[in-house]
C-alpha cells in the first residue's frame, strides 16, 4: 500500500492551502464531504498503518482488519461516516517513562479512530498551515526538529545570547477546550467537521491497573485537554500554540525584546538580546490569559554565551574543541538524548532475547540510524563515538552468552567483526559519509 500522497489529494490539499494563504479571513463551509471521500479513507488507513501503534479499546489490530477484509471495513466506516452515526470510542490510556524521570500520559485511539483522524487531518492540516506563524516547527509538513535546533543555533551566534528556556506545565492536558474550538472555528465552520473534533476532545480516555481494574477520565464534562497519542492532537495543539507566537507578532514584542521565539509544539525557547527578564514576565501573563501556565521549576534564564541549555534533545552553548581546546557556540546530542539511546540498546540485547541474529541486528540497525537522522546536525562525533563504544560492548556480551563463549568474548567477537561481518551499523561511519545532495 503506497505512502505517497495521491494525486487527486495533492491537488486537494494544494487549492485549500492557497485559498487559505491568499484570503486569511475565509473561512471553509463544505469540508466534510470530503472526509468520507473513498480515496481519502484508503490513504488515511495507509498512513496510519504505516506508523503502527498499539491496538486502542476495541483491541482490532490492523492483521484482524486485514483477515477479516479491509475494503468490507472501510466501505462500513465510510458509510458510518456519511450517514453520520459514527462515534468515537473511549481513548486507551498508557504511562510511559519521561527522560528525566517520572511517567507521562499517552492516548492511544482505537484503529478505526486513527484513520478517521487521518482522514479529517488530511482535509483540515493544508487550512491550518497556511496560518501558522514562521517560529512554529513542531509537526508541520517538510518542517523537523532539526530545523528549530538549527534556528535557535544561528540565533544563539548573531548575539541573541540571553535564552529563556521555557517549559509549558502539562500542555496538552490543560488546552481549553472552548478557546481551542474559537481557534478552529475562526477558518473551519463546517458543522459536521467541528462536531466530530468536538467528540473527540470529549471522547473518555479508560485507564487500567495491574489487577485489571478499569477507570474512565474525561468525557463530556472535561473542559480542557487533548490526549497525546491522537492524530488530530498536534495539530490541534499547533494551532493553539499559534496564538501565543501570533500576539508576539501583532504585539511587536519580537522588536521591543530584541527577541525571536522559536517553537516545536509545547516546547518553546525565546532568544533576545538583553531582555530575557521583560520577555519571560510576559510570556507568563499571556499564558495565563490562554489558560496555560510555565512549569516554574523547569523554567529558567539562560546566557548561552557562557552555559548550556537543552533543547529537543540538544545541547546548546559553549563547547571545547577537543584538538586545540578553544571554545566555541555549538549543538550536540545532550547526555540525556545519548543515556536514553543506550538504554533502549539495552531493551533490545537482553539475553532474553531469543530473535535470530539478522533480526536482532536490523532492529538495532534501524534504531541507530533513526537516532543518527534525529541527530544530524552540530557536533556528533564525540556522541557517535560513545554509543559504539557502548554497543559494541552490549553486542559482544549478547553474543558471549548467546553461543555461551568463556570470558569476555573479545578474541571471539572483535570489533572489525562486530561492525563489519556481523553487520552492526557503526555511527562514526555515518558521520563520516558524504553528505548527500547540494
Keep these: 500500500m503506497s505512502l505517497a500522497t495521491p494525486e487527486k489529494i495533492r491537488t ?48 482490532a489490530t ?13 466501505a462500513g466506516l465510510r458509510e458510518e461516516l456519511r450517514s453520520k452515526a459514527y462515534r468515537p470510542q473511549p481513548v486507551r490510556r498508557v504511562m510511559i517513562p519521561k527522560p528525566g524521570g517520572g511517567e507521562r500520559p499517552l492516548g492511544i485511539p482505537t484503529i478505526r479512530d486513527r484513520v478517521v483522524q487521518t482522514a479529517v487531518k488530511i482535509v483540515v492540516e493544508p487550512i491550518f498551515e497556511a496560518d501558522l506563524e514562521q517560529g512554529a516547527d513542531g509537526y508541520r509538513p ?3 526538529a532539526a530545523d528549530a535546533i538549527k534556528e535557535v543555533h544561528r540565533l544563539v551566534c548573531r548575539g541573541y545570547s540571553e535564552v529563556v528556556d521555557a517549559d509549558l506545565s502539562k500542555y496538552f492536558d490543560t488546552i481549553p477546550h472552548a478557546e481551542l474550538m474559537q481557534s478552529v472555528a475562526r477558518r473551519i465552520v463546517d458543522r459536521h467537521v467541528l462536531r466530530l473534533i468536538k467528540l473527540w476532545l ?16 474525561g468525557g463530556k464534562d472535561s473542559p480542557c485537554g487533548t490526549p497525546q497519542g491522537g492524530v488530530i492532537s498536534p495539530i490541534l495543539a499547533n494551532l493553539y ?7 508576539w507578532r501583532i504585539t511587536g514584542r519580537g522588536e521591543a525584546f530584541r527577541a525571536y521565539v522559536v517553537s516545536y509544539a509545547d516546547d518553546f525557547v525565546i532568544l533576545s538580546r538583553g531582555h530575557a527578564t521583560e520577555a519571560l514576565a510576559w510570556t507568563n501573563a499571556v499564558m495565563a490569559r490562554l489558560g496555560l501556565a510555565l512549569n516554574e521549576v523547569k523554567t529558567s534564564i539562560r546566557e548561552a554565551r557562557k552555559e548550556r541549555f537543552d533543547f529537543l534533545g540538544d545541547t546548546l552553548g559553549p563547547h571545547r574543541y577537543r584538538k586545540d581546546g578553544h571554545w566555541y557556540l555549538g549543538a550536540s546530542p545532550s547526555r540525556k538524548s545519548v543515556q536514553r539511546l543506550k538504554d533502549k540498546i539495552g531493551e533490545i540485547l537482553v539475553p532474553g532475547n531469543k530473535g535470530a541474529w539478522p533480526e536482532v541486528c536490523d532492529q538495532l540497525n534501524r534504531m541507530l540510524r533513526g537516532w543518527s537522522s534525529y541527530f544530524g546536525y552540530g557536533t556528533r562525533l564525540q556522541a557517535y563515538r560513545a554509543i559504539d563504544a557502548h554497543v559494541y560492548d552490549r553486542v559482544r556480551n549478547f553474543l558471549v552468552k548467546r553461543h555461551k563463549v568463556q570470558g569476555r568474548g573479545t578474541r571471539h567477537f572483535p570489533h572489525d567483526l562486530v561492525f563489519g561481518e556481523l553487520g552492526v551499523l557503526a555511527l562514526k561511519r555515518v558521520h563520516l559519509e558524504p553528505r548527500r545532495g547540494p
Design 12 to 59: 486537494l490539499q494544494r487549492k485549500l492551502y492557497l485559498k487559505a494563504k491568499a484570503e486569511p479571513d475565509f473561512r471553509f463551509y463544505q469540508l466534510y464531504d470530503k472526509v468520507w471521500r473513498e480515496d481519502i479513507l484508503a490513504h488515511a488507513y495507509a498512513l496510519a498503518r504505516s506508523n503502527a501503534g498499539a491496538p486502542g479499546v476495541d483491541g
Design 241 to 247: 500554540m499559534n496564538r501565543f507566537l501570533k500576539h
Design 202 to 217: 470529549k471522547a473518555p480516555v479508560e485507564e487500567r491497573d495491574g489487577g485489571g481494574g478499569r477507570r474512565m477520565t
Design 62 to 74: 490492523f492483521a484482524m482488519i486485514e483477515v477479516a477484509g479491509l475494503q468490507e471495513w472501510l
Design 142 to 144: 517538510k518542517r523537523s
